[in-house]
């Protein structure tokens, strides 16, 4: 079960990046890494039940932090006009 | 045995994600995908987990990422309509297949 669900998430990962790839606005690419950030801090955690290793735990919280500031700034900057302001 | 129940909601909302991602063609339909089914398999995954690997101390850092992510997910979800409505992205798209299709078949 568990490797399918690894199986399924690599997946959606490698179609959503093609989604990331070729979309024409900026904020669908944003909206696309956003699903591809909450999609690895799942990866992780289920690596780390496979192989009964719970640092893994640890590394899945420190994703989800930098991917939440990373959307969070990005958005940010482009809300105030982005660079060509 | 419930572990394995919530596994497999997870990959019914997983896929519903992907086809509705590139089933809608404005923004802020991609957005409410982004933010509901997601935020579903999320749960549902960890849920599972934390059945799977019974009453631990790691359960309960399982459950502060789920916290986290629960607080944050519709937090970026909101900056990112939000960025888009400022700059400009029409609410309502005029030429949007997965919405006018009736009109179409009418006409």
């Known amino acids: 079960m568990i490797d399918f669900t690894i199986f399924l998430l690599l997946l959606a990962i490698g179609v959503i990046s093609i989604k990331f790839i070729f979309s024409p606005t900026i904020w669908e690419r944003i909206l696309a890494l956003n699903l591809i950030s909450g999609k690895t801090v799942l990866l992780l955690l289920l690596i780390g039940l496979q192989r009964d290793n719970f640092f893994f735990l640890d590394i899945a919280l420190t994703f989800s932090i930098v991917g939440f500031l990373a959307v969070t700034l990005i958005t940010r900057f482009l809300m105030e006009g982005g660079r060509q302001k | ?107």
């Open chain 2, 1 to 107: 045995m419930i572990s394995n129940f919530f596994l497999i909601i997870s990959w019914v909302f997983l896929i519903f994600g992907v086809i509705g991602l590139f089933r809608f063609q404005s923004i802020y339909l991609k957005i409410l995908v982004a933010a509901k089914i997601d935020t579903v398999a999320f749960f549902s995954i960890i849920l599972a987990l934390v059945f799977r690997i019974g009453l631990q101390w790691e359960t309960l850092k399982l459950l502060v990422i789920l916290l986290f992510f629960l607080i944050t997910n519709p937090l970026n979800s909101q900056f990112i309509g939000r960025s888009a409505l400022i700059n400009g992205i029409p609410l309502k798209a005029k030429e949007n297949p997965s919405t006018d299709y009736r009109a179409e078949k009418e006409s």
